[in-house]
DNA sequence: GTGGCGATTTAGCCTAAACTAATTATCATC
DNA sequence: GATGATAATTAGTTTAGGCTAAATCGCCAC
């Protein structure tokens, strides 16, 4: 668990406000980014569920901003002014997601949504002050990093779990967080951070994985699709 | 502290949801009703700090959708409709705010600017888990009274402590809110919700108030000018 | 009744952020 | 190297919610 820098302030200047839709792409840019290298139009436009050809505007708007920079035809790369905001978002969101699980009784597949607005009224004194709370947490409910006050946040990569050799023990480190529906099958499966994982076999051509969660004892055996397994990120144990 | 019925709810219909601004301006209105009888275009776009064209622009829009009735020329008056969208705003922003205040230890001058932002984010979900967490308070930090989650509301009035008796021995009910400098002086003089006061003298042509403030034992005296007597609700008792 | 003045509305403009339809670029394939 | 298929951009429109400047209304004083 080494927390790397991925975003440095570099004065102190008041850090202007966006509006939600900005801090919207930016978090998703920066998801993105991390997860397949650059952000495409179309990947953006997928995630935010709007037209293509609003991207490329909105994209526009923000490399006048200096928040990321555009290769057209090509994809996007965000600043370091752009990553700051973005890392300020998603902490936001995370504490937020933590502090209703945590605080006020919500299921974890309930939060996304609700921290999905949130997020953008909350003043910086307002999550700190959760975040104080809460003893300042490093995880969200799903087992996502939270960044930190000023802006490091833990950005290593594990592996899904339809990539672990087969026998190998493993803890779920983090699942994906946007569906419900999922989100209560994980929880019905015991698929919750933290669960021990071993994968028993595996289908060929894009078949399902059968998996025993739990700790010896008290484990059940459950068959899932290759779509699922990738959602689910693991430490091998 | 008889709870008298300002809404009712005709049917089961799911309350559409409406933009931040919209909800603000219910509210003020609202508002302004209850303490004037009518709200004007100028009350209005003061209180909203924005131009009065503006306002005017939005009434149209909002009488459009059945939530106020205009006289040109001559004011509004919220429908039934309209009445329901401003107290669920009110009792979100007034649980936000009580939230704040006990389980987040906000000082009760900043809790005001924070929720007047977190009122249009928060779902309805979010604001009844607060509430059960709080015990169903039934005031805000300031002594505002809280809807109730069927849009019913304590809609007693207090006199202004400008207008008590001299010598008459009263409770502080109510602070207007929206100045925190303010805030922070009356919570100086001890003049929080609840405190015993006395009107000790008044002086005449709009000059300051002698008051006592505090229980016998532990009482204090300070002058206050008028303008800030008329922001102070008192029950005699 | 007429003037004047403050309150209000109208007219015209702007920005953010979305949309659809049409155009253009990139890239793999032949 | 030409050709589609796919991705991306451009062009033009819409809605919400602001603004300023100009016109108009209501009402009080004379
Ligand atoms: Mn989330
Ligand atoms: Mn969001
Ligand atoms: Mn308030
Ligand atoms: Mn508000």
Redesign the interface.
């Known amino acids: 668990m080494t927390p790397s820098q991925t975003a440095v302030r570099p004065d102190d200047a008041p850090e202007p406000t966006y509006t939600g839709p900005v801090e919207d792409y930016l978090k998703t840019i920066y998801e993105l980014e991390r997860a397949t290298g650059t952000a495409t139009t179309t990947d953006i436009a997928h995630r935010l569920a709007i037209a293509p050809a609003s991207v490329t505007g909105m994209v526009r708007r923000l490399a006048d901003q200096r928040l990321l920079k555009h290769e057209p035809y090509r994809g996007v790369r965000l600043t370091q002014a752009g990553q700051r905001v973005a890392l300020r978002t998603l902490r936001r969101h995370r504490v937020i997601e933590t502090f209703?699980a945590r605080?006020?009784?919500?299921p974890w597949d309930?939060v996304h949504d609700?921290a999905e607005?949130?997020e953008?009224?909350?003043?910086d004194?307002?999550v700190d002050?959760?975040a104080t709370?809460l003893d300042e947490p490093t995880v969200d409910p799903h087992g996502a990093p939270i960044p930190s006050r000023d802006g490091t946040v833990n950005d290593r990569r594990y592996a899904s779990i339809a990539d672990l050799p087969l026998g190998q023990r493993a803890r779920l480190v983090c699942v994906s967080d946007d569906d419900p529906a999922r989100l209560r099958y994980l929880a019905e499966l015991g698929l919750t951070p933290g669960a021990l994982v071993v994968v028993l076999a595996r289908a060929p051509f894009e078949g399902p994985l059968s998996i025993r969660v739990g700790d010896p004892g008290r484990a059940a055996d459950h068959a899932i699709g290759p779509a699922l397994a990738r959602a689910l990120l693991v430490e091998p144990s």
């Not at 605080?103 to 919500?106: A, E, F, R, T």
């Not at 953008?120 to 003043?123: G, I, K, L, T």
């Open positions: 209703l605080v006020l009784g919500y309930a609700e607005r949130l953008h009224a909350a003043s004194e307002l002050r959760m709370a």
